[in-house]
């Protein structure tokens, strides 16, 4: 959910006011996906390296969190929809990690479309975790293993990586369940990301060969 912040300040508005446009644009863009057959749709709402932001910006950023499960969830569960969280929910106020948990924990099961938020995420630290975790158990793991303690366990490796906002890197995003991932960069800055602009981005993956490695 790139470019919110920048989006904002072209209109000589603040950066809040662009958060909130962001998180309207990934409700609708969610809807979209569900709409198109896309079963996982994850949103990198918030990174590690984000909760270094000026305390003000994240009190903002966490009023919408709490504002968008109050607002939302009951609505997704009717639709059949599911939501997961990715993250180290310790780094979260209490309160936001309890919405997140309850989220998961009260959806449906067996769900048609699940949301994956990725929130106080960062790769890097999923995989030390990870590591630990083996160290700490003495295991010795195989890659079925290694995944079963990652932060995703459970869920499929994305097929698709979109990044709006005119940057052309990962920045610390599933950097190892993307290993085979295709991706898509795009400068259009994520409010404006429309549901054609989505579009256009699946008919780009659509067109792709995908080898795996192979021939």
């Keep these: 959910m ?26 609708g863009l969610a809807a979209h ?16 390296e984000n909760l270094a932001r000026p305390q003000k910006e994240l009190d903002s950023l966490f009023g919408l969190i709490r504002r968008y499960f109050a607002s939302n969830i009951k609505k997704l569960y009717k639709e059949n929809a599911a939501v997961r969280t990715i993250g180290d929910l310790s780094l979260l106020p209490d309160d936001i990690a309890k919405l997140l948990t309850d989220g998961e924990k009260n959806s449906p099961q067996n769900a048609g479309f699940t949301v994956v938020f990725a929130i106080a995420y960062g790769s890097r630290a999923e995989i030390l975790s990870a590591v630990n975790k083996a160290v700490e158990r003495g295991e010795i793991l195989d890659e079925a293993g290694f995944e079963k303690l990652l932060y995703t366990s459970g869920l499929p490796n994305p097929d698709l990586i979109i ?8 920045s610390n995003f599933l950097t190892y369940q993307a290993a085979y991932s295709e991706l898509y960069f795009t400068d259009v800055l994520f409010p404006d990301f429309s549901d054609a602009e989505f579009d256009k981005a699946i008919e780009n993956y659509a067109g792709r060969n995908r080898r795996f490695g192979k021939i």
């Design 2 to 27: 790139d470019g919110n912040g920048r989006w904002a300040e072209k209109q000589g508005k603040s950066r809040n006011f662009g958060h909130r446009a962001g998180r309207d644009r990934m409700i």
């Design 33 to 48: 996906a569900r709409d198109r057959g896309i079963k996982y749709f994850t949103v990198y709402a918030l990174s590690t």
């Design 163 to 170: 990044r709006p906002g005119g940057e052309t890197r990962m």
